[in-house]
């Protein structure tokens, strides 16, 4: 039987692309699995803000594998855990993370290659990150455990100057390192999508925004994955305070039950 890791990777191999969504507790994961998604992420700023916390690493990482090990224990299709910078400052550190996932039966994670320093977000150098890849994955075949590496590119999310050039080199580093996927959150324009995909042979995932291209444009492009990131969580969570705005106004439970 294949494993998780194993289910995951096809996912971004066949001709057809996969929307990846984006659970923050085991009920919201039962609830996507339910609906026959084919995987489940997690979003760390959902985890985070419904556990009380700021995105950003703001959240202990062990109050995140807790919500990680409840997931696991009530859902069957794989799981990849948005893992922001890893939740470590040096490539040790962040491998005992990975290591402590990929022993859980996570699939995958998501590692962002900016950080956050005192006046805001920035891109880390790329060959430094790249080594950062290349360190996981050999550590991981070491011992012989399996995790997809997707890369958060933060070049869009972070609008930089030159943007497809920038997110091309990065790409063929992060390719080179061993990563097994790239994440390209906030791109949106087709022209750039289109440069991204013929830059790399990595699956290329995009992040759901409002003016992010129709599915079958993105398959079309060459993407291989949409994920959801937190919106969903948002708009559950803007359903809720619209649900109790009414109940205070009418005066009544009515709305509760409407």
């Given at each position: 039987?294949?494993?998780?890791?194993?289910?995951?990777?096809?996912?971004?191999?066949s001709?057809?692309?996969?929307?990846l969504?984006?659970?923050?507790?085991?009920?919201?994961a039962?609830?996507?699995?339910?609906?026959?998604?084919?995987?489940?992420a997690?979003?760390?700023?959902?985890?985070?803000?419904?556990?009380?916390?700021?995105?950003?690493?703001?959240?202990?990482?062990?109050?995140?594998?807790?919500?990680?090990?409840?997931?696991?224990?009530?859902v069957?299709?794989?799981l990849t855990?948005?893992?922001?910078?890893?939740?470590?400052?040096?490539?040790?550190?962040?491998?005992?993370?990975?290591?402590?996932?990929?022993?859980?039966?996570?699939?995958?994670i998501?590692?962002?290659?900016?950080?956050?320093?005192?006046?805001?977000?920035?891109?880390?150098?790329?060959?430094?990150?790249?080594?950062?890849?290349?360190?996981?994955?050999?550590?991981?075949?070491?011992?012989?455990?399996?995790?997809?590496?997707?890369?958060?590119?933060?070049?869009?999310?972070?609008?930089?100057?030159?943007?497809q050039?920038?997110t091309?080199?990065?790409?063929?580093?992060?390719?080179?390192?061993?990563?097994?996927?790239?994440?390209?959150?906030l791109?949106?324009?087709?022209?750039?999508?289109?440069?991204?995909?013929?830059?790399?042979k990595?699956?290329?995932?995009?992040?759901?925004?409002?003016?992010?291209?129709?599915?079958?444009?993105?398959?079309?492009?060459?993407?291989?994955?949409?994920?959801?990131?937190p919106?969903?969580?948002?708009?559950?969570?803007d359903?809720?305070?619209t649900?109790?705005?009414?109940?205070?106004?009418?005066?009544?439970?009515?709305?509760?039950?409407?």
């Open positions: 039987m294949a494993t998780a890791f194993q289910q995951f990777k096809q996912l971004h191999q001709g057809s692309l996969f929307v969504p984006n659970a923050w507790n085991a009920k919201s039962q609830i996507l699995e339910k609906e026959n998604y084919a995987a489940i997690t979003s760390s700023a959902a985890v985070a803000n419904a556990l009380g916390y700021q995105d950003g690493e703001d959240m202990p990482f062990e109050d995140y594998l807790f919500i990680i090990k409840r997931i696991l224990a009530v069957k299709i794989p855990i948005d893992m922001e910078m890893g939740y470590g400052k040096t490539n040790e550190e962040i491998y005992a993370n990975c290591r402590t996932l990929a022993k859980l039966g996570v699939a995958g998501n590692l962002e290659d900016s950080t956050i320093i005192p006046t805001g977000r920035t891109l880390k150098d790329a060959s430094t990150f790249a080594q950062t890849i290349a360190f996981i994955k050999t550590k991981l075949a070491a011992e012989q455990l399996e995790l997809f590496i997707n890369v958060r590119c933060d070049t869009y999310i972070l609008n930089i100057a030159n943007k050039q920038e091309a080199k990065r790409l063929s580093l992060y390719e080179t390192a061993g990563a097994d996927g790239i994440f390209l959150p791109i949106s324009e087709p022209a750039d999508i289109q440069a991204a995909v013929k830059h790399t990595l699956p290329i995932n995009v992040m759901s925004i409002p003016n992010l291209p129709h599915l079958d444009t993105l398959q079309n492009l060459g993407v291989k994955r949409v994920s959801l990131g919106f969903l969580f948002n708009k559950v969570y359903n809720i305070a649900l109790a705005k009414a109940i205070t106004a009418a005066n009544e439970l009515t709305p509760l039950f409407a």
